[in-house]
């Protein structure tokens, strides 16, 4: 079973930049699609990006698109998140999940997954 714990998060000013990582445990990691999510007070966990299992391919939700990055390296089982432009409408817990496309829905959390780690919590002030 896979087992996600998130890191990185911080208190940081608008205009400024974060790095998340996500370290993964399991056999399957190379193998499949990765995303990010968050969720904000009082609302819905939602995408933020997603990554194909080589890298090779990403997608963004359009309110993070041109701002941050994600990838991730194989080798080490590990999932990233480079944040720049940091708004308020930013704070969020962000977590980490394997991730499949849904016709209607879009991207979401791989049916089969339900270990949700701690998350990582990024708050940005003006």
């Known amino acids: 079973q896979v087992r996600v714990v998130e890191s990185g998060g911080g208190s940081v000013q608008a205009g400024d930049s974060l790095r998340l990582s996500c370290a993964a445990s399991g056999r399957t990691f190379g193998t499949d699609i990765w995303g990010w999510y968050r969720q904000a007070p009082g609302k819905e966990r939602e995408f933020v990006a997603v990554?194909?299992?080589?890298?090779?391919?990403?997608d963004y939700s359009s309110s993070v698109r041109g701002r941050f990055t994600i990838s991730r390296a194989n080798v080490v089982n590990t999932l990233y998140l480079q944040m720049t432009s940091l708004s308020p409408e930013d704070t969020a817990v962000y977590y980490c999940?394997?991730?499949?496309?849904?016709?209607?829905?879009?991207?979401?959390?791989?049916?089969?997954?339900?270990?949700w780690g701690p998350g990582t919590q990024v708050t940005i002030f003006t």
């Open positions: 990554i194909s299992p080589n890298g090779a391919s990403t």
């Open positions: 999940a394997p991730t499949e496309f849904k016709s209607g829905r879009g991207y979401i959390p791989r049916r089969d997954f339900n270990s």
